[in-house]
């Protein structure tokens, strides 16, 4: 029996950079993935950059973040699904964790997702365990959804508490 799978495709009518920052997000339907629902996102043509990653130019100065993961060249359409591992102190723990889930996908697949989510507000954060994103101190960030559905970024030494789900790709 094959599993169910959402297809979403994004419909982006301005530029995704614009899209961002007048909230002109499409999807064609209401999307809301269950735990470990196998769902597939499209890439925004041209590919988003680690650099160019719409909230690196958010009010808390996240424009001094250095993006040093390699660049987007995969196919458009992945399959992905979200999972609530539990609690970690490390993101080195995490990321083993998150590997008996599926694949640590590239950080900027935050934003067809949160494209696809269209800035719906949600009572858990949603990331990507991608290290990419380093400030000039050299401290690691990754990319979150926040609860207000909004691209940020999180400092990763925090730790991570079990009210966050990842994102994590699939074959």
């Known amino acids: 029996m094959a599993k169910s799978m959402t297809r979403l ?26 735990a470990s629902e196998v769902f597939q996102l499209t890439m925004v043509s041209p590919p988003i950059t680690g650099a160019s990653l719409p909230g690196l130019t958010g009010i808390f100065g996240w424009s001094s973040l250095r993006f040093t993961g ?30 008996g889930y599926g694949h640590i996908p590239e950080g900027i697949w935050i934003y067809p997702y949160l494209m696809a989510r269209g800035g719906i507000r949600a009572e858990k954060l949603t ?15 990754i990319p979150i959804i926040n609860t207000k559905g909004e691209l940020d970024f999180y400092f990763s030494k925090l730790g991570f508490g079990i009210n966050r789900a990842w994102l994590v790709r699939v074959d």
Do not use: M, Y
Request: hydrophobic share 35%.
């Open 9 to 34: 495709r994004i419909i982006p009518s301005v530029p995704p950079a614009v899209q961002h920052n007048t909230g002109l997000h499409r999807a064609e339907k209401e999307f809301q993935p269950h």
């Open 70 to 99: 390699q660049e987007f060249s995969g196919p458009p359409i992945q399959s992905f699904k979200l999972v609530w591992p539990g609690r970690f102190k490390t993101l080195e723990e995490l990321s083993s964790a998150l590997r």
């Open 127 to 141: 990331s990507i365990a991608d290290p990419s994103w380093l400030s000039p101190e050299s401290f690691c960030f």
